[in-house]
């Protein structure tokens, strides 16, 4: 099973990354997917979800700037990241689940500062 984040780097205030995940070796269409974030001396946190049927949630510190997509057939995910501000600057993980069985990736940076 691999999940590879791509998409991650150095950004200004105000500005918008794309990150992607691509996954192999697992069904993709039966798992919930998400974006987990960490930043340093802090607990890792939920950023975004959607579950297998498409239906999403979103933490409330990137309610409304953000938008998480699947694709099944290209079994890839999605988080589109707008108006960045610099406590968003975290290293940015991804998580497939189903059930009692989670995957992760080994995570891709994001930094935001002038």
């Known amino acids: 099973v691999q999940l590879v984040e791509s998409g991650g780097g150095l950004v200004q205030p105000d500005e918008s990354l794309r990150l992607s995940c691509a996954t192999s070796g697992i069904t993709f269409r039966f798992y919930a997917m998400a974006w987990y974030r960490q930043a340093p001396g802090k607990q890792r946190e939920l950023v975004a979800k959607?579950?297998?049927?498409?239906?999403?949630t979103y933490a409330h510190s990137v309610q409304g700037r953000t938008t998480i997509s699947r694709d099944n057939d290209k079994k890839t995910m999605v988080l589109q990241l707008n108006s960045l501000k610099p406590e968003d600057t975290a290293k940015y993980y991804c998580n497939a689940r189903l059930e009692s069985t989670e995957y992760w990736g080994q995570g891709t940076q994001v930094t935001v500062s002038l």
């Open positions: 959607i579950t297998a049927d498409g239906r999403r």
